[in-house]
């Protein structure tokens, strides 16, 4: 979290209950927000005031969005803010591409592996 930019996309990939939400209150926390961070599910969008602020996307709900639901969406990812985005497959034909990508998933002894794909040039 700490080499993110304003202006940053990172997608976040891994299974329901993995810790992607989890993974963005930790991350945000470190960004100075100072208020709850809670999953975006149900309203698809946060926006929260940190330093840079930050933006907690949640496409599950949306599969393949077109439309006036993608133009909405798009007002998050803004140059000034780093995008926390789950489930981005369900936005590949629109999102921006991303600057870091991380795979989280459980292993059967229910710790969470990480594997962290930064853009080229990132690290």
Excluded at 52 to 57: D, R
Excluded at 86 to 98: F, H, I, Q, R, V
Excluded at 116 to 123: E, V, W
Aim: hydrophobic share 40%; charged share 15%; net charge negative.
């Amino acid at each position: 979290c700490s080499a993110a930019q304003a202006g940053d996309c990172v997608y976040l990939h891994g299974p329901i209950g993995a810790g992607k939400t989890t993974l963005v209150q930790a991350c945000a926390r470190l960004l100075g927000v100072s208020e709850p961070v809670t999953s975006p599910t149900f309203a698809l969008a946060h926006v929260y005031d940190g330093t840079p602020p930050v933006a907690h996307l949640d496409l599950y709900r949306l599969g393949e969005a077109t439309g006036r639901d993608t133009a909405d969406l798009l007002a998050y990812l803004t140059e000034d803010a780093i995008a926390f985005v789950e489930w981005p497959e369900y936005g590949s034909n629109w999102l921006p591409a991303a600057t870091c990508s991380v795979e989280i998933g459980l292993a059967a002894d229910g710790v969470r592996q990480f594997d962290i794909s930064p853009a080229a040039g990132r690290l």
